[in-house]
């Protein structure tokens, strides 16, 4: 993958510009028996993270959700996407998750597409966390009728995870993490009109890649193709089954050698057409991802180009794929992108962004923007890294034949 400064003057020139997003809304405090949103105009990051702010951390360029943990900012992440200040801004239902369940997280991520687009919320076994509480209280989804079922869900829930007492939900299986992708595919499915997708995603299931997974949540999310997981060296029956119901589909196969093998992927030729993406670190697979479409379908990001948004996290947190992907499918409508470190960024993503970073030629104003939404507060994500990521997202002037930017020096 290679661009040029020359590529992102020529397409920066056709372009047009992204509208801004909205980051405040004014109204009550999340959770407050009388209030729409759970958006209010003058919290701390403190206050976000118990539930009770909102994102309103931001540079010209960046936008932080800064909670704690991961259960505060996919609490953060569902009421940006769905403000809930009316019924047309309320989602149908949401998606539950256990709170260490990265698996469970990567694969409900395809109930975030279109056209359900549940955001994907954090619970616990024996307990509703305040915060992801307040936030289903604040959401309030209207509900979805499932084809075949009496019920008409609010929640999806990944196995024993809690939602509030009395909650219409479903409960789908979660005994191991193969037969939850399984019962996930089938309700899509469902939902879905009968027809299964022509594509499907697969990577690993070892806890200890779980970063080489992370990224396929948010593109299921963008492209409504379920996630099935596998080792490296062995396909799980559950898995095999789960693919076969979907016919011959094209299989996308996220994570490098080392995670998946090509013994594996010669195996997997046999149910479709098997096409590997992936990079030897967890950042590299990430940007790999993001760049990749298919050449003949056209499906996955494919994102080598200005104008687009994007989620960063730091790899380490990997349960932060959960805020990810309700953004990835309804705010940054962007990949997900990786990060190793709090303080110091990894050259890879620098490559990537300066490959993307908007240009212009005469007004900026004319221009296309990036920009990009930050998960965690200053322990996932620095400030100086935040100010980093910004500068990179900053639309520069680009001039002369070679398509260089101009410095600070030459004119900022």
């Not at 089954?241 to 046999?270: M, N």
Request: glycine content about 10%; some cysteine; charged content about 20%.
């Amino acid at each position: 993958m290679s661009f040029t400064r020359r590529n992102i003057q020529a397409r920066s020139a056709a372009a047009v510009a992204l509208t801004a997003i909205a980051l405040v809304l004014t109204g009550c405090e999340l959770g407050d028996d009388g209030g729409l949103t759970g958006l209010s105009g003058n919290s701390s990051a403190d206050d976000f993270s118990r539930g009770t702010g909102s994102p309103a951390l931001a540079t010209k360029n960046t936008i932080r959700i800064p909670g704690e943990d991961p259960t505060g900012n996919a609490a953060g992440a569902a009421l940006t996407v769905y403000p809930s200040t009316s019924a047309a801004t309320r989602p149908k239902l949401v998606s539950v998750v256990g709170k260490n369940d990265w698996r469970a997280a990567i694969a409900m991520s395809v109930l975030a597409a279109r056209p359900l687009g549940a955001p994907l919320l954090i619970s616990e076994e024996d307990d509703v966390p305040d915060v992801t509480k307040s936030a289903i209280e604040a959401l309030g989804p209207v509900g979805v009728t499932v084809p075949g079922r009496t019920v008409k869900p609010k929640a999806l829930v990944a196995g024993s995870a809690e939602v509030p007492e009395k909650m219409p939900r479903i409960n789908l299986v979660n005994t191991s993490y193969e037969k939850l992708s399984l019962s996930i595919d089938a309700l899509w499915i469902t939902l879905n009109g009968g027809k299964p997708s022509e594509e499907v995603i697969v990577t690993t299931a070892d806890p200890a890649l779980s970063r080489f997974a992370l990224p396929a949540g948010p593109l299921a999310a963008k492209t409504g193709s379920p996630v099935f997981f596998t080792e490296k060296d062995k396909v799980p029956l559950a898995t095999l089954r789960a693919i076969e119901a979907h016919g011959k589909p094209r299989i996308y196969v996220v994570g490098p050698p080392r995670a998946i093998s090509d013994t594996l992927l010669k195996r997997l030729k046999r149910y479709g057409r098997v096409t590997r993406v992936g990079g030897p670190t967890p950042t590299q697979n990430a940007v790999q991802l993001a760049a990749f479409s298919d050449p003949q379908s056209g499906w996955g990001w494919g994102i080598d180009n200005p104008g687009h948004g994007l989620v960063i996290m730091n790899s380490h947190r990997e349960m932060d794929v959960a805020a990810a992907t309700s953004l990835s499918a309804g705010a940054a409508y962007g990949p997900l992108l990786l990060n190793g470190s709090a303080a110091v960024l990894d050259k890879s993503l620098e490559n990537y962004l300066l490959d993307i970073q908007p240009g212009y030629i005469d007004d900026p104003a004319n221009g296309v923007y990036n920009r990009a939404w930050l998960l965690g507060n200053e322990s996932a994500i620095s400030p100086g890294l935040q100010a980093q990521i910004d500068k990179l997202a900053q639309i520069v002037q680009i001039t002369g034949e070679t398509g260089a930017a101009l410095t600070d020096s030459e004119g900022f």
